[in-house]
């Protein structure tokens, strides 16, 4: 198994160099099986998790249960490693599931504990998915790097670095305050499930994959020593028999060396090769799309675009925004009628045939249709699931009720149900929102005392199998996660969906609304360390502000935006010059100034293709910056070769890697101001 899994590894480094230049080492790659093998499958390991069973802790239970351990290849790439322990007595048993990964320093797992007896379980309590130590006596302060989750505000995802000094606490969530907890597992001022901790000579990225309330902290004592703990932010209760539970999913990536921005492209080149959903074998590419609701509902709208020369990938019939748009029925209590959800079918009044000739049609001219869904909340009581099953909704909050996807009856037809939708309207894409906030608060009231807990347990569990499931029966179907925007981006979430709108924010069509293109600007510039794929929509036409929104996932939302030559021509250069940079958006990334949502500012980054010899820098100058030049030391040039730079405003020049990347100056006369810059190794 060692000698097959070293070859794997020196084959994949060697396909690695040539697409990115953030290859991890073969130090790199040891350091982490060797921290694998110590703290997870040793004889006498520290395990990296714990819990409380009837006020015992696990690591003075563990030691006396029965032990287990098995070995599989996922496939080419991974291993995974398992480790049981069975109390005979009382019918708990623990598994630790690890995957491992051939070419990349990264060990991940998930920690489940099931009552496999005939009584209930003692108290299970605390448990955490990571529970682990660094030792004491760190010679200079560690640094954790993160972002802001999304708050529909400019500064969502802003990039943070806080010291981690002796005798402090770092905790971080999605929102809790009093009797509230959001349970969207990227909501929030710290509710980001990713993490950058700098120690001396390298560090982890640390993810929490739960689309729940989770809970991270980072704890320094006083004598130096670094403690992080990581899971499900509550859990107090016992397990009845045959029940189930797991922790949040752990992924550890560990790096060498003192470049956080290689650290992170590390990251990314892990996340483009084993996280980013595939269909028939091949990762999601960059998309265009356009909306397909309300005056677009008929083809004519799809035309205008076709006319223009505007082919996008997908046709996006969203929620809709009141009773002329929304494609179901909607005739509920709630003034904006397209939070009046649970009913999931086509408004026979207004679609009688449903979608199914508008979605064959777009395939026919080689284009794909999404539909919008939003079936945990239940808006409207009188809709079909309020009136036929209310013994399935949790009390909710202002926006509806919650679909209990923890009882089985409800997550059996939802699977029926949104798979019959599936075939029947013909989608390619299905996008699933959850709007309205207070859902951990709604899971909550519902366990008693002894059970707090299970019911978010139980729902996040069926809400993953709920979506394994629509794409097993569907291999070509591709999804869509939102939640008001960017909230609910957890790795769990993002290794079956794509964020084709990263934050509501790029909704805001306002021209007033303050920093509208900076803090798209700004969300690019903190979520491409983390996420390579993300979308946005445009609502304008002019340079500056469609620049801001260049994305792997690209669209513009423009009234009226055939009414005149300017606007058309607008609309055809954004998705034409997007469309040529978003696979470069899939290299490696380079932050080229610090992050500012100033206006007095520049803002500026590169991604580069080395697999392609190709990358591409965006830079802006922004409303009020004084100087109308910026110089940025370009990253990951070969100094021997030879650039070509092309201004997609026109214009060429050659430089050398060697000069590109000990400086080259950027010139706008005027401002606001952007440029996108290709680069070609010649």
């Known amino acids: 198994m060692k000698t097959t899994l070293s070859l794997l590894t020196t084959l994949l480094l060697g396909q690695l160099a040539i697409l990115h230049a953030a290859v991890p080492s073969s130090q790199e790659n040891t350091a982490a099986a060797q921290w694998s093998q110590a703290n997870v499958f040793a004889e006498q390991a520290k395990l990296p998790f714990s819990f409380v069973l009837g006020g015992k802790s696990s690591d003075a239970l563990l030691p006396d249960w029965k032990r287990t351990d098995a070995v599989r290849n996922l496939d080419a790439q991974r291993r995974e490693r398992s480790r049981t322990w069975t109390d005979d007595k009382s019918g708990l048993q623990v598994r630790l599931i690890a995957t491992e990964y051939a070419g990349f320093p990264v060990v991940e797992w998930t920690l489940w504990l099931k009552n496999t007896g005939t009584a209930d379980t003692a108290t299970v309590e605390g448990i955490q998915g990571l529970d682990w130590k660094l030792p004491a006596g760190l010679d200079q302060q560690p640094r954790l790097h993160g972002i802001r989750g999304d708050t529909c505000a400019a500064e969502s995802f802003k990039p943070w670095t806080r010291e981690l000094k002796p005798s402090a606490r770092h905790v971080f969530s999605p929102p809790v305050k009093g009797g509230y907890a959001s349970g969207k597992s990227s909501d929030g001022p710290n509710g980001w499930p990713y993490w950058n901790l700098q120690t001396p000579g390298g560090g982890m990225i640390l993810a929490v994959g739960w689309p729940g309330q989770w809970e991270a902290a980072f704890d320094r004592g006083a004598n130096g020593a670094l403690h992080l703990k990581a899971g499900q932010q509550l859990t107090h209760l016992v397990l009845k028999p045959g029940e189930e539970i797991r922790t949040p999913s752990i992924t550890l990536l560990l790096w060498q060396g003192d470049d956080v921005v290689r650290a992170q492209n590390l990251w990314r080149t892990w996340y483009l090769a084993h996280v980013l959903p595939r269909i028939g074998g091949e990762p999601q590419p960059p998309t265009t799309q356009i909306q397909v609701g309300g005056s677009l509902a008929t083809w004519g709208g799809v035309q205008a675009f076709l006319n223009a020369g505007i082919k996008p990938d997908i046709l996006w ?20 009628e397209w939070l009046n959800t649970g009913t999931w079918e086509p408004d026979p009044a207004r679609y009688p045939q ?50 209990n996807l923890g009882n089985p009856d409800a997550l059996k037809w939802l699977i029926e149900h949104i798979d019959r939708m599936v075939k029947v309207e013909g989608l390619d894409w299905y996008r699933e929102d959850l709007n309205g906030d207070g859902y951990a608060t709604a899971w909550r009231k519902a366990d008693a005392p002894d059970r707090q807990g299970i019911t978010e347990n139980l729902h996040v569990q069926g809400h993953l199998a709920f979506w394994d499931e629509l794409r097993r029966r569907n291999p070509n179907l591709r999804l869509d996660s939102c939640a008001s925007g960017g909230r609910r981006n957890d790795l769990e979430t993002m290794r079956r969906s794509v964020p084709l709108l990263r934050s509501d924010w790029s909704c805001m069509p306002f021209k007033d609304t303050p920093l509208q293109r900076e803090g798209n600007q700004s969300q690019t510039y903190g979520l491409s360390s983390w996420l390579p794929w993300q979308g946005a929509g445009v609502h304008f036409t002019e340079n500056y502000s469609v620049r801001s929104y260049y994305l792997t996932g690209f669209g513009m939302i423009v009234p009226g935006w055939t009414k005149t030559p300017e606007s058309i021509a607008g609309v055809r250069k954004g998705y034409a010059e997007c469309r040529r940079i978003a696979p470069l958006m899939l290299g490696d990334y380079f932050p080229l100034t610090p992050h500012s949502l100033d206006t007095t500012s520049w803002i500026a980054w590169q991604f580069q293709r080395n697999d392609l010899g190709e990358g591409v820098v965006q830079a802006f100058r922004r409303p009020d910056a004084p100087d109308d030049t910026l110089t940025v030391k370009l990253r990951d040039l070969d100094p021997r070769r030879r650039y070509e730079i092309e201004n997609l405003d026109g214009g060429k020049e050659v430089r050398s890697g060697e000069e590109l990347m000990q400086g080259y100056a950027i010139t706008l006369r005027e401002k606001p101001a952007a440029v996108v810059l290709l680069l070609k190794a010649l």
């Open 317 to 336: 019939r969203d929620a809709g925004s009141d009773s002329k748009s929304t494609w179901y029925p909607s005739a509920g209590p709630r003034k904006t």
């Open 354 to 403: 449903g979608f199914r000739p508008f979605s064959d049609k777009a395939r026919a001219n080689g284009m794909q249709f999404l539909l919008w869904f939003e079936p945990e909340r239940v808006g409207d009581p009188g809709s079909w699931l309020g009136k036929n099953h209310p013994e399935w909704l949790l009390p909710g909050n202002s926006a509806g009720d919650v679909l």
